[in-house]
């Protein structure tokens, strides 16, 4: 680089000197006069001239307002009970589509003769208990059907049915208050319907025929349909089940309320408290109880040589909330260690209490905000993170300002006739300009990254980004305010306090103790571990020895060191970087408790190793005329939707009041439409066969109701509007589809309200299997919306056909937006990585050399996320954009150490390299460590997402570590601006007076 003197050095050199003073030790010492300029430097002035005037005075005020807003705001303290919707995009247009017709399914008018809404006539799938069984040792391939297996399962199941309040909650038949036959429990096909559930012991004879008969018909479509739900997929093969299943369905809606769907929290607090009960009962029976730091379903749940796997919604909503509870315990163990390591590193046990107060004050106090002033009622276990996060960057904020203290120490000698205010107020505005600026830096990046979150389509992510953006600034105020005054007491009274109640006690330092401190906090001896390590390792290592290569060069070893280490890291980066390119969604349900757990895999497994009936491993689609949207605004509690308690008033349906079920026109193109659902080529990788629907999946009513039209020796050609819409009543009470003539109705199909046909709906079974990954359900979307334009006639009596597909559509929006949301939050969060790099350093080249280190820095973590087999699903979206702002923190320390090196007459790259270790090397990596020593107790959590975050946080902070030494400052150390070069204030116009902003010193 250019060799020309600083802009820096010239403003000393013009500078006005002035002879040496005696300090109070009366040693002649050269020491430096702290010059205020610009706006941070003029507010660090103000701020530690109003602490020092009174210091208790300004640390209690501080402390009490912190302790007393901290009580306040635990009152908006709380998780909120998980939902079906939290995490579905609700704007999107596939979610209003599912709204609108669940709604209208849900406002259809009962058949003729059904009991009223409210009396439990539905049989819930929400609301159910599956049961799968396998052998002990689930690779063995035997007959799971015996007597003995047979009275297990039913002594099993038993615990669920002859519980006290279970007529509260069963299924009733409809008419009466009995509770319904279950239809889908294994034993009940040997002990009948109507079983007591005395469970004798059944005769094998009498087991194997019942069996054989079972699995011979399964070989024809309605015995696949009745028993292919129960048996493992090999069980035609092999002659016998070797593994099966049972599903007990509760009822709904429960009294009190008219649909499922009607106050759904309220509902499943009901029915969660229901399955407590049951809880009580199986454990016990089955041998097993909750440990302190693990859940009985996290063990084999083993019974008579039988492995028994137990799932349910409401059962795991409740296993959620537990484990949750569980692993929050280890966020102690992270509370101690930060606490005794800012100990360790700050040598106070009074700064490092102050330390925690202030860091664990953070979250009450952001809640507050966040539900209080942002209105935002949502606050999920996704949010109980941050508490990992804020105790890494907190503690962090707290060594900067205290390094910073200690470091005045030489920067700032007393001068003779200085009074002891005036000496602390000048050590305080030079610490508390390097932190208000360098802290505001990392900090603002830091928040920035969440609140690239927080502009997520998914609302838990979003609010977490709030949340946790919020905790970060609640942190940088109180690291400004609070922790400046604990410094001041500590100094003046803590470190000669001995037992007064009060460490603010009448008895400040005397001169002679200031001269000859008990304990001096900021001692200036570097022999602390990391502190040797610098000094006697690293520096030498890149920079050389002293002599060594010369005056302002470093020696031949070192350059040839840096190069090999900055080359490395660079193809270290690159390989990461193409790795990380592979992420994709994920390719299968998310799963948030670890192997061992039996709610583990269990949805795949239902759908993977049995027969499930011919159509349960299909997506099924549900087309709907009549129907023109949702409104939002409107619901039964006159409440509009609020995005932020998804689970509540999700709107009414809006009817298209055009529709004419009786209309000739209407008729004729839902025909069509059925035809073209049958017709549908779809050659996307998700479906199979290569059409859209399967063979016989398409369900068309207005067929079947010719068909029994024909049996009554009529037409739909002769029938007067008015007979049409009675015939079609008559129809949807009396009759069943074909495709499922057991359990199957028109209620759904036919959709009768009021009295009125509002709408009706053509049923499908599709050939694209559920799980599939994203990218294969757009390419079948997309195949869809083409068949909606062809199914649009134009004709008004018929208007627009809206489809939904349960969660297919929705989930795949949700699944995109995590990748979306992730590389908006990249374009977001790097453009103000770098704008904040360059006010921090107000150097282009630093800045661009910082700003690589972290493209390298987000493409290892990622890619080492990628390597081990994850995808990019919730945890990993998140972590995303939280590396960017972790590893942006370490790097501008030592940018703007460095930069700061050239104040202090540091010339050369090599001495400013020199002084950015020596000054802040130890502050960077006791940060580190906090931060991953925090995080790497969530790796004993049960829940994957928490054991994900420690993983990807400790790899971000490794990785943030590794490259601010291993290539950041090697490149600074070869092709550093020694100078100017790069300064934007060279660039933009050179050296203006007053261009620095903060305290700065000259030598006197």
Known sequence: MADKPSVELVAYAEAPKSEPEATLGDEQHTHKEVVITGFI????????????????????ISLGSLILLMFASFALWGNTNPGEYDWTVSSSDYSKDQDAITDALATADALAGAA???????????HSMFYIYEHENNDLVANIATAVNLQTFC?????????DGYTSFCALTPGTSQCADIDLSYPLLYYGASHDWSCPLLEQSFIDTKTTEMIDALSTDIGELQYGFFFDKDVKENGFPSKVRSMVQLGAPLEGFETESDD????????????????????????????????????????????????????????????????????????????????????????????????????????????????????????????????????????????????????????????????????????????????????????????????????????????????????????????????LVYEVYVQKWRGCPCPCNDKPKTDEEIRNPVKEMEKTSRGGIVERFFDNIYIPLFAGREGEGGEGKASLRGRTFAIASIVFCCAWGVFSGSMAFKLTPPTEQERWFKGSHMFTGILDDNQKLFLGGVDDQYVKMVFAYGIEGIDRDKNLSGERFNIYKPNENRGSVIFNTNFDITNALTQADILAGCQLLR?????????????????????????????????????????????????????????????????????????LVDGEIKFVTIPVVSTMQTLKPVDQKEEVREVVDA????????????GKVITEAGIAWTWMVTERGLVNGLFTGFAICFPVAFA?????????AVSAYAITAIIQIVASVMGIVQSIGYDLGVAESIAGIIVIGFSVDYVVHLAHMYMEGLEEGK????????????????????????????????????????????????????????????????????????????NIDTIFGGWKKGAVTKPSFVER
């Not at 205010?421 to 990392?442: H, I, K, P, S």
């Not at 360059?838 to 282009?844: D, E, F, V, Y």
């Not at 975050?949 to 950041?968: G, R, W």
């Open 41 to 60: 430097g003029k507010w660090s002035r103000g701020v530690a001239t109003t602490i020092t005037s009174n210091i208790c005075k300004w640390f209690g």
């Open 116 to 126: 009223v809404m409210g009396s439990r006539t539905t049989k819930s799938f929400i």
């Open 155 to 163: 002594e099993i199941e038993s615990k669920l049915t002859l519980l």
């Open 264 to 487: 759904l929290s309220a509902q499943a607090r009901l029915y969660e408290d229901f399955i407590g009960t049951w809880e009580d009962v199986i454990l016990p029976y089955m041998g097993m109880s909750h440990g302190q730091t693990a859940s009985a379903f996290a063990q084999s749940h083993i019974k008579n040589g039988i492995d028994v796997r137990y799932w349910g919604f409401d059962l795991q909503n409740r296993e959620f909330l537990r484990v949750v509870q569980t692993d929050m315990f280890f966020s102690l163990f992270s509370l101690m260690f930060v606490f005794i390591w800012i100990w360790i590193h700050l040598g106070s046990g009074f700064l490092a209490s102050i330390s925690m107060l202030q860091i664990v004050a953070s979250l009450p106090l952001g809640s507050a905000i966040y539900k209080g002033v942002f209105q935002i009622p949502f606050f999920d276990t996704l949010h109980t993170l941050v508490i990992f996060l804020v105790l890494g960057v907190g503690a962090d904020d707290c060594f900067v300002l205290v390094d910073g203290w200690k470091q005045t120490a030489e920067l700032v000698p007393r001068k003779k006739e200085q009074s002891y205010e005036d000496y602390l107020c000048d050590r305080m505005t030079v610490a508390y300009g390097r932190t208000a600026q360098a802290v505001f830096n990392t900090s603002f990046t830091t928040a920035m990254a969440f609140v690239a979150t927080a502009i997520s389509p998914i609302m838990p992510i979003s609010t977490f980004g709030i949340y946790a953006a919020l905790c970060i600034v609640i942190n940088y105020i109180m690291v400004i305010t609070l922790t400046p005054c604990a410094v």
């Open 679 to 751: 017709d549908k080529v779809c050659n996307a990788k998700a479906c199979s066969g290569g059409k859209l629907a399967r063979s016989g999946g398409v369900t068309c009513f207005l067929e079947e109701f010719d068909t029994w039209l024909g049996g009554l020796s009529l037409t739909r050609a002769g029938l007067s509007a008015e007979d049409m819409k009675t015939r079609l009543i008559e129809f949807r009470d009396s009759e069943k589809p074909a495709s499922d003539p057991i359990a199957g109705s028109w209620e759904e199909v036919i959709g």
């Open 787 to 798: 068949l909606l334009e062809e199914m649009d006639t134009g004709n008004e009596a018929t």
């Open 836 to 844: 904040v790099l360059i006010m921090a350093t107000k150097n282009l």
């Open 907 to 982: 010339i050369t790259s090599v001495d400013r390299f020199k002084y950015a270790c020596t000054h802040m090397g130890s502050t960077v990596v006791a940060g580190a460590i906090t931060t991953g020593g925090s995080g790497s107790f969530m790796f004993f959590c049960q829940l994957t997402f928490f054991f994900k975050m420690a993983l990807l946080i400790v790899l971000t902070i490794l990785f943030s570590l590794f490259y601010a030494l291993f290539f950041f400052m090697p490149l600074l150390l070869l092709i550093g601006p020694d100078t100017t070069f790069g």
